[in-house]
């Protein structure tokens, strides 16, 4: 991106591997989109069109989100580098960076790493990483649109879920680290008043409708597969679970309280940051059905209390999570490190200009 040196704001270009849904919408926010080839994380024919592209753009500061290796390429086009860290976790999906030495060495090319929440930032600071490098910008999340009770009692019905029925709403990737499985037990412990409906896809959905089937769970919980309405269904929801065994900061549970609605969420990393309990939902230990259940219980014979933490998340959201905050936050971060670039460049020169006056003096 090139920054206005006057203070009017950034130009933005986004390369992304491969077109489809993101490149559609960005393109539909009249956003400038350069496609790069998709040949995995960091595949040879990418690199080279995205140095290709650095070179025609000249940016200021190149925002990476998940590429190491764009990240030199970056910083050899000249340009400062600003990292987005948004888990914890690297064992789950690149084991390379497990090796201190090997994420110390492709850090030295970031000028910046910006993460989502306290948690994320003390996890990265055990691992040696500058703590001066390291800024919180919490997640941003759009308000919730106006919308009228008989839209949302439609969607109850098109879900078929019963109008008087306490809706828990989750969603999210069906995978083990998610604690579907847990809130299911969960969910069999609760009255038969309490339904759940369960938004995503994974590779254990099919393992997960076996278990709600084994609890006699087939007529309280719906498995709607993937949904782009998803704020919808949190809007006609009671209450939204978010049962990870690990999450640095769930989003949904940001959209969800942008509706209104109160959370329950695992003592997990970044989650205590943005679910605050009593205040804004209730938070629980990680893998336990039980205390889940409790929540739950707690909220289905208290609607009056779910009402009142949903409505002080909305509040929260508001003020802590729009989206003008975070971009002003990010941008703040862009001039910042540009200024300390140039003057690191400034004071690199003054030596050599001090010593070319002196010989040109004698």
């Known amino acids: 991106m090139l920054l206005d040196n006057a203070g009017g704001g950034c130009e933005h ?16 926010r009249a956003a400038n989109v350069a496609v790069l080839p998709r040949m995995g994380r960091a595949g040879p024919l990418a690199l080279v069109r995205f140095a290709a592209l650095l070179r025609r753009l000249r940016p200021h500061v190149v925002h990476i989100y998940g ?7 970056a910083r050899a086009a000249g340009a400062c580098v600003v990292e987005r860290k948004n888990v914890c976790r ?21 000028d ?9 930032k003390q996890h990265f600071v055990q691992r040696g990483y500058p703590p001066a490098k390291m800024h919180v910008v919490y997640n941003g999340v759009e308000p919730a649109p106006e919308r009228r009770q ?3 009692g439609l969607l109850r019905t098109h879900l078929g879920v019963p109008q008087d029925a306490f809706l828990v ?22 009255p038969e008043t309490a339904c759940c409906v369960i938004m995503g896809d994974g590779p254990i959905a099919d393992d997960l409708r076996r278990q709600a089937a084994g609890l006699d769970l087939h007529r309280r919980v719906i498995f709607t597969g993937y949904r782009e309405d998803v704020r919808d269904v949190f809007a006609c929801a009671d209450i939204v679970a978010v049962p990870s065994l690990f999450d640095t900061l769930a989003n949904v549970a940001l959209e969800a309280m942008a509706e209104g609605k109160a959370v329950i969420a695992t003592q997990v990393e970044g989650m205590p940051e943005v679910v605050e309990h009593g205040v804004t939902g209730l938070i629980v230990p990680p893998g336990d059905a039980d ?11 208290s609607p009056k209390q779910a009402r009142s933490l949903g409505a002080e998340a909305r509040q929260r959201t508001l003020a802590r999570h729009a989206p003008a ?15 300390d670039a140039q003057e690191r460049e400034y004071e690199c020169h003054q030596p050599h200009q001090a010593r070319a006056l002196k010989r040109h003096s004698s």
């Open 291 to 301: 205390a889940l259940a409790g929540a739950i219980n707690l909220l289905a014979a």
């Open 112 to 120: 910046a790493s910006i993460v989502p929440s306290m948690a994320v």
């Open 150 to 152: 008989e839209q949302l």
């Open 325 to 339: 905050r975070m971009a002003r936050e990010t941008e703040e971060i862009y001039r910042n490190i540009v200024m």
């Open 13 to 28: 270009t986004v390369a992304i591997r491969g077109s489809g849904p993101l490149a559609n919408a960005l393109n539909e």
């Open 67 to 73: 590429g190491r290796l764009e990240a030199l390429a």
């Open 169 to 190: 709403a989750f969603a999210g990737r069906l995978v083990p680290e998610k604690g579907v499985a847990f809130l299911l037990n969960a969910l069999a412990r609760s």
């Open 90 to 110: 690297n064992a789950y999906y690149r084991p390379l960076l497990n090796f201190r030495w090997a994420d110390r060495l492709l850090n030295r090319a970031v």
